[in-house]
Nanobody, 124 residues
Framework: HVQLVESGGGSVQAGGSLRLSCAAS????????MGWFRQAPGKEREGVAAARDRNFLAAGRYYSDSVKGRFTISRDNAKNTVYLQMNSLKPEDTAMYYCAAGSGLEARSCTYNYWGQGTQVTVS
């Protein structure tokens, strides 16, 4: 059973940066995808970044158009932690951010089975 715990959210001014962390435990070989999602009040959940395999090859990473060029997904295998570096934050980035673990052949089309509890990001 995979457990995911997010941290690093908070309040920041527009143009600022935050780094979210997702500590994973109970990781299984079948969960080769890691993704970050967000959901703002009254809006649908949006996938913002995803990557697969242990190396998170840059060519295989996925970013939504709304965050491309500003957010970066990465991982530290020694710490079993996945990160989302968020730069040039905008008020429209305000949302609850969730990390997820799953599987798939491509980062943009992974199916997620495990979810964290979320961490709030507020940009003003």
């Amino acid at each position: 059973h995979v457990q995911l715990v997010e941290s690093g959210g908070g309040s920041v001014q527009a143009g600022g940066s935050l780094r979210l962390s997702c500590a994973a435990s109970g990781y299984t070989y079948s969960s080769n995808c890691m993704g970050w999602f967000r959901q703002a009040p009254g809006k649908e959940r949006e996938g913002v970044a995803a990557a697969r395999d242990r190396n998170f090859l840059a060519a295989g990473r996925y970013y939504s158009d709304s965050v491309k060029g500003r957010f970066t997904i990465s991982r530290d295998n020694a710490k079993n932690t996945v990160y989302l570096q968020m730069n040039s934050l905008k008020p429209e980035d305000t949302a609850m951010y969730y990390c997820a673990a799953g599987s798939g052949l491509e980062a943009r089309s992974c199916t997620y089975n495990y979810w964290g509890q979320g961490t709030q990001v507020t940009v003003s």
